[in-house]
């Protein structure tokens, strides 16, 4: 601690990480340059990249990844729009766009063999362009707004198609949807929310701050922690990327920068508040912080080691996004922590009281001391009972009764997490009127959603005639729409594949359930046909398949994650409080306060925002935050009765332990689920949904299980809530006179 808040010291500290950083900053790479949105989630193992792999290497037509032009005209699409498609067709045909591997050549089709494949409404038209399945989506991108110009070219009777209004009457309308579209719009709503999201985090914490602390001072020291934070990891994790060691998308920084300032001001709180309340007490601004620093370092550095260990439990997952999140998250916390215990000290030992103006802390006697300076009548130093006081009062007093209800609130939210629906469906995590979902819709509403993005079923046949069996097989399905013509591979004539259109939403978990009934089916009829050991000889591809890889990969990694994250936060509690019954029991409460976020959230979600399904990755995320994050302010509370109880009886210790913590972590839930809400003004359906729910799991923790059912809990446990270190504490009154007896 003198090293921090010397004489010399707390400059020393402050040139330190100023240097490191303007170092960084220097001689790396930063972040952003560096972070990759067409990044994979699954190894090679998975059967869907198996299947990409082949199609691939034996059907090259079809290896390029689709973008679908869903042209529209509400009075219906003339000869003349038409012939400008053909037009485009041949002009992309000379002039491929960049990255274009292929285009349907409708150049060479009579119009009306073009007319047949026009809607029944005769209004939308669907023209497909190949891209290069290598290519980033920044190339995408580049290709779509190439094609935007040749478009306005050809078109010039229209004025720009894929700026018109999709819902006006005599406009021509086109949208880029399919994968392609996809991707580029996943990436645009991505880039467009880094910078607002940064600037509504800030401007969050920052009015927060105020709030609580009324000091224009104190709110810019730990957004001033942070932001050193902030420019020391982003080259680093550039730097990191840049020798090969991690990969990271935009999600992962956009969520790593709501953390950084949520948990990070957090840190920060804890330290400042303890600092306050040591001013009112001791002159010596010295002595104040140093005894600020003993009796919250240990607190803070627990949380943080508890949070970056859980983090780091993500290296285990299979599944590549929720992967990636495991090292920017970690090492920011990481670092964010160190920052807490060195450089905010340090900030506070330059400014001292001047820390808190206008409202700064002195000690009684500096009061008065001011007073007669000021000529002003001596100050009446009454005492004041504070919220936190009486909250502690009546917990001590009411326990059992605090406890049922507590516990019955939050069971009755956990009721609702059995209702929730769940989805993988990507293009529902879009705003309705991003430009892929807009296409798909008039797909959807014009010809088979199913056409949007066929499922590729690719059979080795082994040279016998089981082709037309196999076709008919997959038609007689019930869900099948449509089953093309097989195709056989370019190197092995014996493989041969089927396009097979579903007759619903290709992203909907009705089309995802479907998976293991095609491939059931191709097995089947090359069963029928004589050949062994057919499920070797069937491969299912398409983006259907691979939100089913999706769904059965993040529920294994769900069922290996969730329980190390928990075995690794008791092994830690267990450590820093040495009691197995309040290991326990502070456990059980945040996975209890997690279960009724995900009800809680649902509700909100569901009957207030209108959410017809919660994305399938929310679970595992929101746990990892909330569990994490919560376990976080049990400790710092827990940690306070802990102290207190060993000089005096566990009633007084819980009561004043509560009422010693009970601000400050109010203050840092507020902040922390704030931030965390902040992702819900995005319009990335998956973010609004993580945002919410983790919110929701914060605010939960901070006003219901922290202030009411864990030290209820402790109270009704008595001298068993630190067993086996039970004997060590003080006896109650009630004891000592019952042992005098």
């Given at each position: ?19 490191a ?9 930063k ?22 792999q ?20 509400q009075?219906?699409l003339?000869?003349n ?30 119009l009306?063999?073009?007319?047949q ?14 891209f ?5 989506s920044k ?5 779509l ?20 209004e ?19 719009d ?15 985090t ?23 922690a ?5 420019e ?18 935009s999600q992962?920084l ?10 990070g ?29 003993g ?9 943080g ?6 983090l ?18 970690s ?6 922590m160190?920052?807490?215990l060195?450089?905010?000290p ?39 009972v ?5 909250l ?22 956990v ?10 469906d ?24 199913g ?51 579903l ?34 000889k ?19 990694d ?33 996975l209890?306060?997690?279960?009724s ?34 376990e ?64 929701i ?18 109270v ?26």
């Amino acid at each position: 601690m003198r090293a921090v808040s010397g004489k010399w010291g707390r400059w020393i500290i402050v040139v330190a990480w100023t240097l490191a950083v303007v170092l960084l900053q220097i001689g790396l790479p930063k972040a952003d340059e560096l972070k990759n949105d067409a990044l994979g989630n699954f190894s090679s193992n998975k059967p869907s990249v198996q299947a990409e792999q082949l199609i691939k290497e034996q059907f090259p037509a079809g290896a390029g990844i689709p973008a679908l032009l869903t042209w529209h005209r509400q009075s219906g699409l003339s000869e003349n729009d038409l012939s400008n498609m053909q037009a485009l067709a041949k002009e992309l045909a000379a002039n491929p766009l960049p990255h274009q591997v292929g285009v349907v050549p409708l150049d060479q089709l009579p119009l009306p063999a073009l007319k047949q494949q026009l809607s029944e409404d005769q209004t939308t038209f669907v023209q497909t362009i190949l891209f290069d399945k290598n290519v980033d989506s920044k190339g995408l991108k580049d290709g779509l707004t190439a094609l935007e110009k040749q478009t306005d070219a050809i078109f010039t009777a229209d004025s720009h198609p894929f700026q018109a209004e999709v819902n006006d009457p005599s406009a021509l309308s086109v949208r880029a949807t399919g994968p392609v579209g996809i991707a580029v719009d996943a990436t645009e709503l991505f880039s467009s929310a880094d910078v607002s999201l940064l600037l509504a985090t800030v401007l969050l914490v920052l009015v927060f701050l105020l709030l609580i602390y009324r000091s224009p001072v104190l709110a810019l020291i730990p957004l001033i922690a942070v932001g050193f934070v902030y420019e020391a990891i982003t080259p680093l994790l550039g730097w990191m990327a840049e020798q090969g060691w991690i990969e990271f998308d935009s999600q992962s920084l956009s969520i790593m920068t709501v953390l950084l300032f949520g948990a990070g001001t957090d840190y920060c709180l804890f330290l400042i508040t303890k600092y306050r309340s040591a001013l009112k007490l001791t002159a010596d601004k010295f002595a104040a912080l140093k005894h600020a620093f003993g009796s919250s370092a240990g607190a803070i550095a627990m949380s943080g080691l508890t949070v970056v260990f859980s983090l780091l439990v993500l290296l285990m997952a299979e599944f590549g996004s929720i992967r990636r999140f495991a090292i920017p998250f970690s090492l920011a916390i990481f670092i964010m922590m160190i920052a807490s215990l060195t450089l905010v000290p340090a900030f506070l030992a330059l400014l001292g009281r001047a820390s808190f103006f206008p409202f700064i802390p002195r000690t009684p006697e500096m009061e008065i001391d001011r007073a007669k300076k000021k000529g002003k009548l001596l100050p009446v130093l009454e005492p004041k009972v504070s919220l936190g006081a009486r909250l502690g009062e009546s917990v001590t007093r009411r326990p059992k009764q605090i406890t049922v209800i507590s516990t019955i609130i939050l069971l009755i939210c956990v009721f609702f997490a059995t209702q929730i629906k769940y989805t993988f469906d990507t293009l529902s995590s879009f705003p309705s009127d991003s430009a892929s979902r807009e296409g798909f819709t008039l797909i959807a509403d014009h010809f088979n959603a199913g056409e949007l993005a066929p499922v590729q079923v690719i059979v080795q046949t082994d040279g016998k005639a089981a082709v037309e069996n196999v076709r008919e097989t997959l038609a007689g399905l019930p869900f099948v729409k449509k089953v093309s013509e097989p195709a056989a591979g370019a190197k092995d004539p014996s493989l041969q594949s089927y396009n097979v259109e579903l007759a619903t939403n290709p992203y909907s978990m009705e089309a995802i359930s479907h998976i293991p009934n095609i491939r059931q089916a191709a097995e089947q009829a090359l069963t029928g046909a004589g050949l062994p050991d057919v499920q070797d000889k069937v491969w299912i591809g398409g983006q259907t398949a691979e939100q089913f890889d999706t769904k059965e990969t993040t529920n294994k990694d769900a069922a290996v994650i969730i329980p190390v994250i928990i075995a690794l936060i008791a092994l830690l509690l267990l450590a820093y409080l040495r009691s197995i019954t309040a290991m326990l029991y502070l456990i059980a409460t945040v996975l209890l306060s997690y279960f009724s976020a995900l009800g809680l959230g649902w509700l909100v979600l569901h009957y207030l925002l209108g959410a017809d399904a919660l994305q399938g990755l929310i679970p595992l995320y929101a746990f990892v935050f909330i569990v994490a994050l919560g376990e976080d302010y049990n400790i710092f509370m827990i940690s306070s009765i802990w102290k207190k109880a060993r000089h005096m009886p566990l009633k007084q210790a819980v009561k004043e332990g509560v009422a010693e913590t009970s601000s400050v972590i109010s203050s840092a839930g507020l902040i922390l689920a704030g931030t965390f809400a902040v992702l819900a003004t995005l319009p990335i359906q998956v973010l609004v949904q993580f945002g919410t729910v983790t919110a929701i799991g914060v605010l939960l923790d901070t006003f219901i299980v922290r202030p009411f059912l864990v030290p209820a809990i402790t109270v009704l446990l008595g001298r068993h809530s630190f067993w086996p270190a039970s004997a060590k504490l003080p006896q109650t009154s009630e004891q000592q006179a019952q042992h005098s007896s």
